[in-house]
């Protein structure tokens, strides 16, 4: 009903524009519709980031304490007894609590800080402002995809607090580990809570989906055509088109998986033994699950990456003066990325008895990435090549996204291939790869995004100079961290291993692993002042005077410093050439909102 | 309004979109689920079974539901409330009759010896046939909810969206089924 009423308000609106009509009081807003309940895309954008930024400090810190085990497995530390209890016992992370705090490590960050709060930042943020509609085509599935989310993180936060810890088979919850409570302490209630906490937030990610996918499709202003969408509209929209088609097949798996738990079911469990007594299950397949399960998890990597791809592609055009590089082969290369994203998931299964034939193909399509990949990192440094730039943090931290990008792209490569693969697989030569290219790389887009749109969001500008601080730190940290594991695992130290100090070929990189920690802990301090930074920005932070800062061309800058509901007080402005047009016919940019001139060409 | 509508610039209505994309969605839920069914049946110790019989009663219901719930679309845009309260709620109700037989079906599984914890190609069908039925369920609500609206004396709907979409997404689990129906009595 609510969200009958926003369209009609629309429409109403639109009306309103004649006679000026404030368009606030469409909208008596008490405080919970309008904080708590809000069907405002910028507010739930808000939301997104915020509870975002929770679970990224949660889940970092949760890295600082599996790098101090790591880096450090004979010390103890009496202050860990102190929060966390038994999982420490003597300053010292037992196993269990290790194991937990990887998978929870890894669930928080892949899903509730890549995706729901990247994507479901800026997807929220951006879309309706950038292509110029009031709202989103659904305002109250857009409220309901928040609070299905915000549902997930109560239970996954729930389930850190029951007796026996949460899951800790993992971040991609394997059976038949997984799947049967007695195999480890970690598989009992923390697996049911996780599984229910991913059924919600797959429910949240199609709801913000379909939302962003019809938003973009049928709400775009006039003029505002396809090609003449930025580009940060573009990735959203694969963005959203690959999660609303993966999602679900994860579902499926989760379902299955569940089933299997309390069903009593055989899908993924076949002649097992737990405590040497023999299990009455059979016939299942554990491989089964790991391909929905990868189904997902492939285009879920890109589901991170490429919102970042989009906001980098907007923020190097921007701040370097020029238009963007070959703006449809970056829309090209989205494309054919979404499509491979679907086509090389058993990439992650070389080891798993994969035929080998079968496996030729998966490295085959896995290494044509390398191509749209390799177009867009071109399309980037062309972009700003001889460009006027303005390093400001947003920029900078583009600019580190496209150097994470290529050094970690290139380290696919070799993953891609299976004879390599053989060798790496679950080593720290993985860890070092996806960290890298997916982690630190999203991160770098989220942070520049941002920068960039914080004056949107807040009306406010953030401190650049600890923005200077928070971007250096964070780079050289990044390399310092994750470059010298891949050392590590091209010399076979494994994965997710509690402690490798026992193992003579190992115990060489006591030291790396120390100094690894040390700077774990440095960059992870120079996050929190980063979020101090946010915190205090939305309240004290330099004002916005004018509505266009950063002399950008797209239409998020057309709206007030504090838009209401409805982002236009007037009627929505009308669109007549693409984004990009900067350092054009002598001048600095021209708006999207300025019809072609007479003698002008049309990009 | 009309003049506005042009003005949105809007070529279906964004709900019927969503919904579209939506049913694409849940397309990709089954076809993870069928996927893995055909893996599954190429490996060792696949049980081959009949399908229980009552199937093929739900599908003769569901098939009726989707004829009874176009008319209802047909008779609200003539404005013929009463026939269009009459054949929601019939519609509605050849769904609950759906999920019965379908459970009837479950039961009759569990006497042929196939309960939910046997033979993982029995699995399969509670599984599959379950999900769908959820699906059928949750049309039934929506339905409901256009009941309701439709005895509202204080508002009354003239856009015929709402139930468009419902018909819409009724007819998507009504063919849904014929699939899984004809996908499983094939791949046995």
Request: hydrophobic share 50%; charged share 10%; proline share 4%.
């Amino acid at each position: 009903m609510s969200n009958e009423a926003t369209l009609h308000s629309q429409q109403e609106v639109m009306h309103g524009a004649h006679d000026h009509h404030d368009h606030e009081h469409h909208h008596e807003d008490s405080f919970i519709s309008k904080y708590v309940f809000s069907m405002d895309h910028k507010m739930i954008a808000k939301q997104f980031l915020i509870t975002g930024i929770v679970w990224a400090i949660i889940g970092a810190f949760f890295s600082v304490l599996f790098r101090l085990q790591l880096g450090f497995p004979d010390a103890t530390f009496p202050w860990l007894e102190s929060i966390l209890g038994h999982w420490a016992k003597g300053g010292r992370i037992t196993a269990e609590a290790y194991y937990a705090l990887v998978t929870m490590h890894g669930t928080i960050l892949v899903f509730f800080v890549l995706t729901a709060g990247l994507s479901g930042t800026f997807s929220n943020l951006l879309i309706p402002l950038q292509v110029g509609a009031r709202d989103m085509a659904s305002p109250f599935m857009n409220c309901l995809s928040y609070w299905f989310f915000f549902l997930a993180s109560l239970v996954m936060m729930a389930s850190l607090f029951v007796q026996t810890g949460p899951a800790s088979g993992g971040w991609t919850m394997y059976p038949p580990l997984s799947a049967l409570g007695d195999a480890s302490i970690g598989s009992k209630i923390g697996v049911d809570l996780w599984l229910t906490s991913m059924a919600l937030f797959v429910v949240s990610q199609l709801l913000g989906g379909l939302n962003y996918i019809s938003t973009i499709l049928n709400m775009r202003t006039k003029g505002m055509a396809m090609t003449k969408m930025p580009l940060t509209i573009w990735s959203f929209f694969f963005t959203a088109i690959l999660g609303v088609l993966s999602f679900p097949v994860l579902l499926s798996g989760f379902i299955l998986l569940l089933m299997d738990r309390h069903a009593g079911t055989s899908f993924y469990l076949s002649d097992i033994f737990i405590a040497g007594k023999a299990l009455a299950n059979e016939g299942g397949s554990a491989i089964l699950y790991q391909h929905l399960f990868w189904f997902l998890g492939h285009p879920e990597v890109y589901i991170i990456i490429l919102p970042a791809m989009g906001m980098v592609s907007e923020v190097l055009a921007v701040s370097s003066r020029k238009p963007i590089f070959g703006y449809l082969a970056m829309i090209g290369s989205l494309f054919a990325i979404c499509i491979l994203a679907f086509l090389v998931w058993a990439h992650h299964m070389f080891v798993t008895g994969l035929n080998p034939f079968l496996g030729a193909f998966f490295v085959l399509l896995t290494l044509l990435i390398a191509v749209p990949s390799a177009i867009k990192v071109f399309n980037w440094i062309t972009t700003i090549w001889k460009g006027n730039i303005n390093f400001t943090p947003a920029s900078l931290f583009s600019i580190g996204f496209v150097s994470t990008f290529i050094s970690g792209g290139l380290t696919g490569i070799w993953l891609g291939n299976s004879s390599i693969d053989i060798h790496l697989h679950d080593t720290m030569f993985v860890i070092a790869h996806f960290h890298i290219v997916m982690g630190v790389s999203a991160f770098f887009g989220m942070f520049a995004g941002i920068y960039h749109w914080f004056p949107k969001l807040y009306g406010r500008f953030m401190n650049s100079t600890i923005g200077y601080i928070h971007f250096w730190v964070t780079m050289v940290g990044a390399y310092l961290i994750f470059w010298p594991m891949h050392y590590e695992g091209m010399a076979g130290m494994p994965r997710r291993y509690y402690d490798v100090s026992n193992w003579a070929s190992f115990k060489q990189f006591g030291g790396l692993n120390e100094f690894i920690t040390i700077v774990v802990i440095l960059v992870f301090a120079v996050q929190l002042l980063f979020v101090f930074n946010f915190f205090y920005s939305i309240f004290k932070g330099r004002k916005m005077t004018t509505l266009n800062p950063w002399h950008a061309t797209s239409l998020e800058w057309t709206t007030p410093i504090h838009a209401g509901h409805g982002n236009w007080p007037g009627e929505i402005p009308e669109v007549y050439r693409w984004a990009y047009d900067y350092s054009k016919d002598g001048r600095d940019f021209i708006p999207q909102t300025e019809p072609i001139g007479p003698n002008e060409e049309v990009h | 309004m009309d003049t506005m509508t042009l003005e949105q610039r809007k070529k279906i209505h964004p709900h019927k979109y969503s919904l579209w994309i939506a049913m694409g969605s849940i397309t990709m839920m089954f076809i993870g689920f069928t996927s893995a069914y055909i893996v599954k049946r190429s490996q060792a110790n696949w049980l081959a079974f009949e399908l229980p019989h009552i199937f093929w009663i739900s599908t003769a219901v569901i098939l009726t539901s989707s004829l009874t719930i176009h008319l209802a679309l047909k008779q609200f845009k003539e404005r013929n409330m009463q026939r269009y309260k009459q054949l929601i709620t019939l519609t509605a109700i050849l769904g609950v009759v759906f999920a019965v037989c379908q459970w009837i079906g479950f039961s009759q599984l569990k006497a042929m010896g196939l309960p939910l914890n046997g033979p993982v190609s029995a699995s399969f069908i509670y599984v599959i046939v379950g999900v769908h039925m959820l699906h059928v369920l949750g049309g039934v609500i929506a339905l409901l909810i256009m009941f309701g609206r439709a005895y509202r004396t204080r508002i009354r709907t003239y856009s015929a969206v709402p139930i468009e979409v419902a018909a819409t997404y009724w007819h998507f689990v009504d063919i849904l089924w014929i699939y899984l129906l004809i996908f499983l009595s094939i791949a046995r």
